[in-house]
């Protein structure tokens, strides 16, 4: 019976030591989504559409009048839901209710407090978000993998150091796990429409604080030590 081919480590005189490294590193938000919401009512199924129609259009020409800081506007969902009276043999449409949600993305954060709260003035009209995230290619990720892997070095050489041996070379280094901006989203500050106001004056721009983002790095490394003295 063959055996299992021998390592040139894992030895008396060629032991092998395994760490973790680990990151997590905190960094300003490059990009803040909001969830537009606009709403339509009455009983004329055609009027409901056309005054849906008439509304989404306003708000999605107030988000593009603000140019570049726009970086994405996508169409989620819309829906024109007919509401009844009674059930059975005697139901009919007593009236329509339709809605159109739409996200936008923004880079400048002032202009999002302001686009929040003019699109908060549009009638029947409501602003969800914001939600704060990093770029996929923000240098903060490859920042956290470079910390991880330094601080599996220096864990390698600590335990080197407590059995008097150095590192002698790097067998193994395996990413375990890589952290998308992670839970340090708070969440959204809360619907704004103008049912809410009460007839209130809107607030010309609202004052958002942007929400740390979090991201982690994880790696495993495994090297080969002097023997050491025991």
Partial sequence: MTGQPSRPYDTPTTPR?????????EADPDLARISITVTARGIDRRDTL??????NTAALDLV?????VVERLETG????????????RRERVRAYHGHVRTTAELTDFTALGELSAR??????????????ALRPDSPVHRAARLTAVHDAVRRARDYAEALDATLVALVELSDSSLGAPASA?????????????????PPDALHLQP???IVTAQVEAHFVMTPPRL
């Fill in 64 to 68: 593009r009048s603000y140019g570049n």
């Fill in 17 to 25: 030591v395994a760490v973790h490294g680990e990151a997590r590193l």
């Fill in 211 to 213: 929400a740390r983002q």
């Fill in 185 to 201: 989203d708070y969440g959204p500050y809360g619907a704004v429409s103008t049912e809410d106001l009460d007839g209130a004056e």
């Fill in 119 to 132: 699109l908060a003035e549009l009638d029947l009209t409501s602003v969800d978000g914001p939600w704060w």
């Fill in 77 to 88: 969902t819309l829906a024109i839901t007919p509401q009844l009276t009674e059930r059975g």
């Fill in 50 to 55: 056309s005054d849906l129609t008439r509304r």
